[in-house]
């Protein structure tokens, strides 16, 4: 189980505002104080909240947030930010409003909450470089990149930079996804720049299978992320990974006591644990519950245990 822990461990950035959940904002802030002081919470990541709903965000969430710093549990509530602007004066608006927020959640006595990341859909590299350039320090940006375009120049842009690559693994239809190959070109692509990427949508299950409600296949976020690690450490190429990436075989992944392998490509527990930090990041999910009950169905988490 503990190279299922490696593997998921702050994983899961939690989306419910967004499809196919669409929680509204009371549900999904009081969803993320549930999975913090669950017993799973060493899986979930960030609350995902878009920049223009940061004031209903604050609304929601008074009188759930920490206020003190007595232990763990009183860690500020992680925020990663969905930019929607247009240019560089909007997104400098953007940028001014999170550093207020901030600033409002670090006062004492306030509820205490941080934005650490913000993602931004990317249009080019010349807009990758300008919002670079506008970027503090305190804040990780994301650059949405779309799969269906040759992202390398993109990618470029990115190297070097403190700054990382999302894609979209899914949606509410089929031809939100990315085949196999596309997805296996976009993660070579942010390997060979030495940029780290992030996924959302389409990954609620560990496995590969078809999805009957969008109707078309749908990757598993264990093919996802046991391939980019494969892929950092060079264990797979690209064209493994798209065979990795389509297998929907449970069999086929095996997860001992000191690692992980598909097909005999093995990874030990370190290897896991410094891919996920400096190349397969996170995944956004509108359900936090479900990947991590499908784990437990398939014996890779043990039982929840029973309450005293």
Same mark, same amino acid.
Do not use: I, M, N, Q
């Given at each position: 189980m503990e190279t299922t822990r490696a593997l998921m461990h702050g994983v899961i950035d939690y989306a419910g505002l967004f499809p196919p959940a669409q929680l509204d904002m009371p549900r999904t802030v009081a969803a993320f104080a549930r999975h913090r002081s669950g017993d799973d919470r060493w899986a979930l990541g960030k609350l995902v909240v878009p920049v223009k709903r940061l004031g209903e965000f604050e609304r929601c969430a008074d009188g759930l947030l920490p206020a003190g710093e007595r232990d763990d549990s009183e860690d500020p509530w992680p925020l990663t930010v969905l930019s929607e602007a247009t240019g560089d004066e909007s997104f400098e608006d953007e940028l001014n409003a999170i550093e207020r927020f901030n600033k409002r959640h670090a006062e004492p006595g306030a509820g205490r909450a941080i934005i650490e990341m913000v993602e931004i859909k990317a249009k080019g590299a010349s807009m990758i470089e300008g919002a670079l350039e506008l970027m503090p320090e305190s804040l990780f940006p994301w650059f949405e990149l779309s799969w269906q375009q040759d992202i390398r120049g993109m990618v470029a842009a990115l190297s070097e930079m403190e700054s990382g690559a999302k894609v979209r693994t899914g949606g509410t239809t089929a031809d939100a996804h990315p085949t196999p190959l596309a997805? /296996? +070109?976009?993660?070579? /692509?942010? =390997?060979? /720049?030495?940029?780290? @990427? $992030? %996924?959302? %949508?389409?990954? =609620? =299950?560990p496995f590969r299978h078809f999805a009957q409600g969008v109707g078309c296949e749908q990757f598993g976020f264990v093919n996802v992320f046991v391939g980019g690690a494969l892929l950092h450490h060079g264990t797979v190429g690209q064209e493994e990974l798209e065979m990795l990436l389509a297998d929907g075989e449970r069999r086929n992944f095996e997860f001992t006591p000191t690692g992980v392998s598909w097909k005999g490509r093995t990874l030990s527990l370190g290897q896991v644990r410094?891919? +996920?930090? $400096? @190349? %397969?990041?996170?995944?956004?999910?509108?359900? @936090?519950?479900e990947p991590i009950d499908d784990l437990r169905s398939l014996n890779l988490l043990p039982p929840v245990a029973a309450k005293a």
């Open positions: 997805l /296996a +070109r976009f993660l070579a /692509a942010c =390997h060979a /720049a030495d940029v780290p @990427f $992030k %996924a959302t %949508a389409g990954l =609620h =299950h410094e891919a +996920r930090e $400096k @190349f %397969a990041t996170t995944f956004g999910s509108c359900s @936090f519950d």
